[in-house]
Every structure is written in structure tokens, then in C-alpha cells.
């Protein structure tokens, strides 16, 4: 039997070959069609449209959705040219299967009945939430539409994602098109040995067959790689100041100029979002996310400005007085060319320690042990690396997640793969959580969550373990937080449990609260920290841990405000921006003053080149990068207030965060979740204190 089609279990990966992919994913959605058929014509008349239509819809749905699942997962950790091809072929179908079921009318109208009926109050509130999100999301898709507005709706859809293909186009091939070839050693001075090796490698690509990193020709790209590294460390200003003006003023002319592109995307999104009824873009966008409303985010956004935007001002006059000692050149005045390189060099002036020579202290296993003894700490459950069961290569561990307290202690409540090592020939970059089994009550069965965590650190070389930077170590415990809400989730309807409908701007909060623990001194260097040589099993010294906590908020005000500046611009352009009347870089003049300390220099279209915005999908959500961290920030502040050095004190809120954060997921609005887990709405106090800047 085709492996793909046994869902709802456990991969069979040992099994699972290219060439099942084709007839099983075209079978899964020929029979999803059919359900979704069947469905439909029930719809209108079904008298228990939860059990006839909701949930049979999502049962209807787990046999393509698993499959699929797994054939990405594969893309991302197994891949190869026939994998791909497989692929490729049938995603189109999946595509569309996928978009049959988002805007069938029938399903959007008995659930738009049910939510009206009487039996509405007594559905629970997983399954109420389900079905508000399945009519917004149907309405956000036009399904609401009628006729003419219809029509319209889906020739804005239709133009909008052509145009956004067009905008990634420009911004890849304007970026392809610039190229500094450097040959002379005065020319690279200062630059790293990586950078180097990088800069050699392209030029090969482009030709100079015989480049090596020690004698040039060194090749510069806009590709950040390149471009950051470049700024950062070049000794040469002149070439520093070229490079940067080619950065900021990608895609804003000839063939790739975006500024069209730009003001038709505008236009389109502001007309779909009055088909829907809303007043502007951002408000769209902002319906189906935690902040709800245009006017959180921008009182979020002026707070932080208020207390960061000063602040940046000191940081840049303290960067520019250290350049001026380091030049002994008291007229020197910073310019846009200057900032990363100088930044850098007291960077490094500061906090003098190598990524490399903190490795030995953070070896994978060590490090695994002191993640799980952390969970088991914070929210009583065991974690144990178990017997191996089938994986996709020889490095994935398996673990089973334990419960140590309740009625069950003892019992499994979850499990995961790890993948933890870098694979360049075949593992795509990055690290993620994704779902493998969702969890989902079957009948008077429950299947229990799995999750797949996937990093790409460094492996084990000559028989030493993984030793890994810091940040791949803040990075594990980032991919571990998601982990936890998909697996110590206790919703049973599959469609609300773990991640699943948890809100676009409230997804990082477990990830990145999990993270501040690599920040924890007793979880570091305490007694049983984790942060050990991997020969000798000394601890790493205090006072490079002191550096490292210390590190976090170097510049702290100009790195949010960065942030803040991209996501008042985004809210800007997609709120009160008026397309005909004005142009996009208006409101970049309008902006700009209140959000940075160097206006942007006369050839700066950084719109042009703002992919997140106008080729992701973070269009009117960009704030959601800050929005996430006030919020587990916050959450963590939680565990100050009780006190980080006492472990009944963790032990108590971690398990209030677990019944919360963590068990809730997408059941309960994210802020209904945050304000039972805090016992208040969130506050910004905790990220800026975090930052240093409280
Ligand atoms: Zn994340």
C-alpha cells in the first residue's frame, strides 16, 4: 500500500519514496472533493451542522492535509530532484483543492446558521472559535460577496498576486544586477575570513574560475550574506558609502523600478478591503489577528517609540563620539555608511568574546539536558529520548513527552522528532516547528500530538558532539517553545489544538518566551546548568555569561526603533495613505522624521524592496515582530515577579503559563489566553526593561 496514504499515524518515512507522491496526493484529493461534495449538499439542511458539516469538513480534510504534510516536511529535510518534481506536479491541484474548500458558500452559510441557532451558546468555546474563524476567513476570501462585487473581489485577487510575484521579481533581479568586484587587498581590508571565502565563491560562480578567498577576486552582493558582513567590517568607507547606495535604492528604476508596482498594490488592497467593508487595508488585516483593531497596534507602536526614540538619539551620539576617539578626528560626523561598521568595532570593544570560544561549553547533548530538566521545572512534564522509531536520517532523535502530574502522571501526552544538524546537500535552512499529528479526540480514542523541531547547527565533527554558537542554542530553545504549545495542548478538536488558529501576531509568544531562559543565569551556569565544557565539565565562567546577558541590549533603542519605524510605515501605507492623491514616498517623508536619527539620503526607496509588505505576508502585520516579543516578554516578567531564584515560585507560574499559553492555544482568544495566564492585559514596561531601556 501507498505509505502516503496511511494517515493519522506516524510516518512510514523508511518507506516513503518519490514516487508515491503523484498517485496518492491525486487520489487524496479526488476523495476530498467528494467529501466536500457530499458535505456541501447536506449543508442547508443538516439539523447538527457541528457534527455534519464542521467537523466532518475537518475529518474530510486530515487524509490530503496529513499527506501533504508529510511530502513538505520531506521537501524540507530530504530533498531531491525527484522529490521536487513530484511535487511540483501536483501542487496546483493541491492549490486548488484547498481554495474549493476555503470559499465553498455552502459550508460559509451553515456556519454563519450555526452561529446564529440556539444551540450556539452550548458548543463549546474550541468549537465556537472554529466556526467564527472558518466564516471570517470565508468572508476575508469573498465568499460574502455577491455578483458584480464578487467579480471585482476576484480580478483584485487575481491582479494582486501577479503583482506580487512582479515585485519579488524586481527586488531579485535588481539585486542580481549589482555586483562590486574587488581585487586589491587594500580593497578588502578589514573584511572577515568567511566573508572572504564567500566573496571568492561568487566571483567563481560569475566566472573568475580561478578566485580563492586568500587572492581575490573578491565579489560583493547586495545579498545580505554578503551585504551585511560587508558593512559591518569593510575598512574602506568609500566603497562602504557605494555599496550602501545601491542597497537602498534597489528596484527603484528602469525595468525593476517597484514604485508602480507599489502604488497599484495600494490602490487594489484599499478597493478589496471596501468590497469587504472595511474602512482601509490595515484594518483587514487587523480583524483576523490578536491586536484587532488599528488603533492597539499604533498605541503600541507609540510606546515603544516614546521611550526608544531618545534613547537612539544618545546611542547614535555615543557611536559617533567613539568614532571620533578611534579616529582621533573630533569633526567626524557618522554618516548612513558608517553605522554597522562602527557599531561593530564597539561591539566588539565591549563585550570581547568569540562565538567560537564559548562553543565547548554548549554541546548538544548538555544542552538537551538542560532544556528538558528546564520544562520539567516550568511545567512538570518528563522528556526521555526513546527507542528509535522510523525517522528520515540517521541523525533524528525521537521523544516522547511525559505528564508528571494530574490524574495520569506517567502518561505520554506528546512526542517529537528532533532533526538537529545542518545537512546542506539535501535540508533546507533555517529552523522550524511544523506539525506532524495534530492532536484530535477520535471517537472514545485521543490521538496525541507530534511535532517535528528542526535546526540546522552545526554536527558533530572528529568525534566531538554538536557544539553549538549561542545562538543556536537561544534558537533550539525558540523552536522548542512552539514545540510545547503544539504538544501540551489539551484541546481535542483538532482545528484549535497546539498552533492551530492561534492568531498571526500571538504565534511567537511561547517561542520567544522560551528563549529568555537562555538568559537565565541559574538555567545557565547554575548548579545544574547546562552550559558545561563538554571535556573538563567546568562551567562557563561567569563573567562571560555576564557578557553575553549584557550583549542583549547593546543598542537596544536603535534596534527596536528599526522595527517601529518598518511598522509604522507599513501601517501608514495601508491606513491613511490615499492612492491618486499622494505617493508612497510621501509618506516616507512624513515618517521617517519621527522614527530615525538620519533622514533617509534623497535616492533612498526602501519601499522598493520591503518584500515583507509587498511580496510576504505580512502586509499591515509587520508589527506583529513587536507585538509578539511585548508579549513574551511580558509573560516572562511574570517569572521575575515571582522570583527567578526560587523553584517553588517558577514551578507555580510555570504551571498557570501551561494551563494558559501553552494548553489553550487557538481555543480561546489570544487575549482572553494572555490576560488568564497574566491576570492583566499585556504592557510594554517588561520588553523596554528587557531592553534596558525601563
Ligand atoms: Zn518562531
Given at each position: 500500500?501507498?505509505?502516503?496514504?496511511?494517515?493519522?499515524?506516524?510516518?512510514?518515512?523508511?518507506?516513503?519514496?518519490?514516487?508515491?507522491?503523484?498517485?496518492?496526493?491525486?487520489?487524496?484529493?479526488?476523495?476530498?472533493?467528494?467529501?466536500?461534495?457530499?458535505?456541501?449538499?447536506?449543508?442547508?439542511?443538516?439539523?447538527?451542522?457541528?457534527?455534519?458539516?464542521?467537523?466532518?469538513?475537518?475529518?474530510?480534510?486530515?487524509?490530503?492535509?496529513?499527506?501533504?504534510?508529510?511530502?513538505?516536511?520531506?521537501?524540507?529535510?530530504?530533498?531531491?530532484?525527484?522529490?521536487?518534481?513530484?511535487?511540483?506536479?501536483?501542487?496546483?491541484?493541491?492549490?486548488?483543492?484547498?481554495?474549493?474548500?476555503?470559499?465553498?458558500?455552502?459550508?460559509?452559510?451553515?456556519?454563519?446558521?450555526?452561529?446564529?441557532?440556539?444551540?450556539?451558546?452550548?458548543?463549546?468555546?474550541?468549537?465556537?472559535?472554529?466556526?467564527?474563524?472558518?466564516?471570517?476567513?470565508?468572508?476575508?476570501?469573498?465568499?460574502?460577496?455577491?455578483?458584480?462585487?464578487?467579480?471585482?473581489?476576484?480580478?483584485?485577487?487575481?491582479?494582486?498576486?501577479?503583482?506580487?510575484?512582479?515585485?519579488?521579481?524586481?527586488?531579485?533581479?535588481?539585486?542580481?544586477?549589482?555586483?562590486?568586484?574587488?581585487?586589491?587587498?587594500?580593497?578588502?581590508?578589514?573584511?572577515?575570513?568567511?566573508?572572504?571565502?564567500?566573496?571568492?565563491?561568487?566571483?567563481?560562480?560569475?566566472?573568475?574560475?580561478?578566485?580563492?578567498?586568500?587572492?581575490?577576486?573578491?565579489?560583493?552582493?547586495?545579498?545580505?550574506?554578503?551585504?551585511?558582513?560587508?558593512?559591518?567590517?569593510?575598512?574602506?568607507?568609500?566603497?562602504?558609502?557605494?555599496?550602501?547606495?545601491?542597497?537602498?535604492?534597489?528596484?527603484?528604476?528602469?525595468?525593476?523600478?517597484?514604485?508602480?508596482?507599489?502604488?497599484?498594490?495600494?490602490?487594489?488592497?484599499?478597493?478589496?478591503?471596501?468590497?469587504?467593508?472595511?474602512?482601509?487595508?490595515?484594518?483587514?488585516?487587523?480583524?483576523?489577528?490578536?491586536?484587532?483593531?488599528?488603533?492597539?497596534?499604533?498605541?503600541?507602536?507609540?510606546?515603544?517609540?516614546?521611550?526608544?526614540?531618545?534613547?537612539?538619539?544618545?546611542?547614535?551620539?555615543?557611536?559617533?563620539?567613539?568614532?571620533?576617539?578611534?579616529?582621533?578626528?573630533?569633526?567626524?560626523?557618522?554618516?548612513?555608511?558608517?553605522?554597522?561598521?562602527?557599531?561593530?568595532?564597539?561591539?566588539?570593544?565591549?563585550?570581547?568574546?568569540?562565538?567560537?570560544?564559548?562553543?565547548?561549553?554548549?554541546?548538544?547533548?548538555?544542552?538537551l539536558d538542560g532544556l528538558f530538566a528546564l520544562a520539567s521545572r516550568l511545567f512538570g512534564v518528563r522528556i526521555e529520548r526513546a527507542?528509535?522509531?522510523?525517522?528520515?536520517?540517521?541523525?533524528?532523535g525521537w521523544f516522547r513527552v511525559r505528564d508528571l502530574s494530574g490524574e495520569k502522571a506517567g502518561a505520554d501526552i506528546a512526542a517529537f522528532y528532533l532533526?538537529?544538524?545542518?545537512?546542506?546537500?539535501?535540508?533546507?535552512?533555517?529552523?522550524?516547528m511544523?506539525?506532524?499529528?495534530?492532536r484530535?479526540?477520535?471517537?472514545?480514542?485521543l490521538?496525541l500530538p507530534v511535532a517535528?523541531l528542526?535546526?540546522?547547527?552545526?554536527?558533530?565533527?572528529?568525534?566531538?558532539?554538536?557544539?553549538?554558537?549561542?545562538?543556536?542554542?537561544?534558537?533550539l530553545f525558540?523552536e522548542f517553545g512552539h514545540g510545547l504549545q503544539h504538544m501540551l495542548t489539551t484541546v481535542?478538536?483538532?482545528?484549535?489544538a497546539g498552533?492551530?488558529?492561534?492568531?498571526?501576531?500571538?504565534?511567537?509568544?511561547p517561542s520567544?518566551f522560551m528563549?529568555?531562559w537562555?538568559?537565565?543565569?541559574?538555567t545557565?551556569?547554575?548548579?545544574n546548568?547546562?552550559?558545561?565544557?563538554?571535556?573538563?565539565?567546568?562551567?562557563?565562567?561567569?563573567?562571560?555569561?555576564?557578557?553575553?546577558?549584557?550583549?542583549?541590549?547593546?543598542?537596544?533603542?536603535?534596534?527596536?526603533?528599526?522595527?517601529?519605524?518598518?511598522?509604522?510605515?507599513?501601517?501608514?501605507?495601508?491606513?491613511?495613505?490615499?492612492?491618486?492623491?499622494?505617493?508612497?514616498?510621501?509618506?516616507?517623508?512624513?515618517?521617517?522624521?519621527?522614527?530615525?536619527?538620519?533622514?533617509?539620503?534623497?535616492?533612498?526607496?526602501?519601499?522598493?524592496?520591503?518584500?515583507?509588505?509587498?511580496?510576504?505576508?505580512?502586509?499591515?502585520?509587520?508589527?506583529?515582530?513587536?507585538?509578539?516579543?511585548?508579549?513574551?516578554?511580558?509573560?516572562?516578567?511574570?517569572f521575575?515577579?515571582?522570583?527567578?531564584?526560587?523553584p517553588?515560585?517558577i514551578a507555580r507560574v510555570g504551571r498557570r503559563f501551561r494551563d494558559t499559553v501553552l494548553a489553550q492555544g487557538?481555543?480561546?482568544?489570544?487575549?482572553?489566553?494572555?490576560?488568564?495566564?497574566?491576570?492583566?492585559?499585556?504592557?510594554?514596561?517588561?520588553?523596554?526593561?528587557?531592553?534596558?531601556?525601563?
Open positions: 500500500m501507498n505509505p502516503l496514504l496511511a494517515h493519522g499515524a506516524l510516518p512510514r518515512f523508511a518507506e516513503i519514496r518519490a514516487e508515491h507522491v503523484e498517485p496518492a496526493i491525486t487520489r487524496l484529493i479526488a476523495e476530498q472533493d467528494a467529501a466536500l461534495t457530499a458535505i456541501e449538499a447536506r449543508a442547508a439542511t443538516a439539523t447538527d451542522i457541528w457534527g455534519q458539516v464542521i467537523d466532518a469538513l475537518s475529518l474530510a480534510l486530515e487524509p490530503l492535509g496529513w499527506a501533504w504534510g508529510v511530502v513538505n516536511h520531506l521537501m524540507g529535510v530530504r530533498n531531491a530532484p525527484d522529490l521536487r518534481a513530484a511535487h511540483e506536479a501536483v501542487q496546483p491541484a493541491v492549490v486548488q483543492a484547498s481554495m474549493r474548500v476555503s470559499q465553498s458558500r455552502p459550508v460559509y452559510l451553515a456556519a454563519k446558521r450555526l452561529a446564529a441557532a440556539p444551540e450556539w451558546p452550548r458548543l463549546a468555546e474550541a468549537q465556537r472559535r472554529i466556526v467564527q474563524a472558518l466564516v471570517r476567513d470565508a468572508e476575508l476570501a469573498g465568499v460574502g460577496l455577491e455578483g458584480a462585487a464578487r467579480e471585482r473581489f476576484n480580478a483584485i485577487e487575481t491582479e494582486l498576486a501577479e503583482l506580487s510575484t512582479t515585485y519579488s521579481n524586481h527586488v531579485l533581479d535588481a539585486t542580481k544586477a549589482f555586483a562590486l568586484t574587488l581585487t586589491t587587498k587594500d580593497e578588502v581590508a578589514g573584511l572577515p575570513d568567511s566573508l572572504l571565502a564567500g566573496a571568492a565563491q561568487a566571483a567563481r560562480a560569475a566566472g573568475a574560475a580561478d578566485a580563492t578567498a586568500a587572492a581575490g577576486p573578491w565579489r560583493i552582493t547586495l545579498d545580505f550574506p554578503s551585504y551585511g558582513p560587508f558593512m559591518e567590517h569593510s575598512l574602506r568607507r568609500d566603497l562602504r558609502e557605494r555599496v550602501l547606495r545601491a542597497q537602498i535604492s534597489r528596484a527603484s528604476q528602469g525595468e525593476t523600478d517597484n514604485q508602480p508596482v507599489i502604488e497599484r498594490i495600494l490602490a487594489l488592497r484599499l478597493e478589496e478591503a471596501r468590497l469587504l467593508g472595511f474602512a482601509s487595508y490595515a484594518e483587514l488585516s487587523v480583524a483576523r489577528k490578536m491586536a484587532g483593531t488599528v488603533g492597539a497596534v499604533e498605541r503600541l507602536l507609540d510606546e515603544l517609540r516614546a521611550v526608544a526614540m531618545p534613547r537612539m538619539r544618545q546611542e547614535f551620539a555615543e557611536l559617533q563620539d567613539f568614532a571620533r576617539a578611534e579616529l582621533k578626528d573630533p569633526a567626524f560626523e557618522l554618516r548612513h555608511w558608517d553605522g554597522a561598521f562602527w557599531a561593530e568595532r564597539l561591539r566588539e570593544r565591549r563585550y570581547s568574546y568569540s562565538d567560537e570560544a564559548l562553543r565547548p561549553y554548549f554541546a548538544l547533548p548538555r544542552v527507542d528509535a522509531t522510523e525517522t528520515w536520517h540517521g541523525d533524528v532533526d538537529p544538524y545542518s545537512r546542506p546537500a539535501d535540508k533546507r535552512g533555517g529552523a522550524w511544523d506539525i506532524c499529528l495534530n484530535r479526540r477520535l471517537g472514545s480514542g490521538r517535528y528542526i535546526c540546522n547547527q552545526t554536527p558533530p565533527v572528529d568525534g566531538k558532539p554538536s557544539l553549538m554558537t549561542f545562538r543556536e542554542v537561544e534558537t525558540h481535542d478538536h483538532a482545528d484549535a498552533i492551530n488558529n492561534v492568531e498571526w501576531d500571538a504565534v511567537e509568544l520567544q528563549e529568555n537562555c538568559y537565565h543565569r541559574e545557565v551556569i547554575g548548579a546548568g547546562f552550559a558545561k565544557h563538554w571535556q573538563t565539565g567546568e562551567p562557563l565562567p561567569a563573567a562571560t555569561f555576564e557578557k553575553i546577558a549584557a550583549a542583549r541590549t547593546f543598542r537596544a533603542a536603535t534596534m527596536i526603533m528599526r522595527q517601529v519605524y518598518f511598522a509604522t510605515l507599513d501601517i501608514e501605507l495601508h491606513h491613511r495613505f490615499k492612492p491618486g492623491a499622494e505617493k508612497p514616498q510621501d509618506v516616507v517623508a512624513r515618517i521617517a522624521p519621527l522614527n530615525t536619527v538620519l533622514l533617509p539620503l534623497q535616492e533612498d526607496r526602501a519601499l522598493c524592496s520591503f518584500s515583507h509588505i509587498f511580496a510576504g505576508g505580512y502586509s499591515a502585520g509587520y508589527y506583529s515582530y513587536k507585538w509578539a516579543e511585548v508579549l513574551s516578554a511580558d509573560a516572562f516578567s511574570a521575575a515577579e515571582a522570583g527567578l531564584e526560587d517553588a515560585a487557538g481555543s480561546r482568544h489570544p487575549m482572553q489566553v494572555f490576560k488568564d495566564f497574566r491576570g492583566r492585559e499585556p504592557s510594554t514596561t517588561a520588553l523596554l526593561k528587557q531592553a534596558g531601556l525601563a
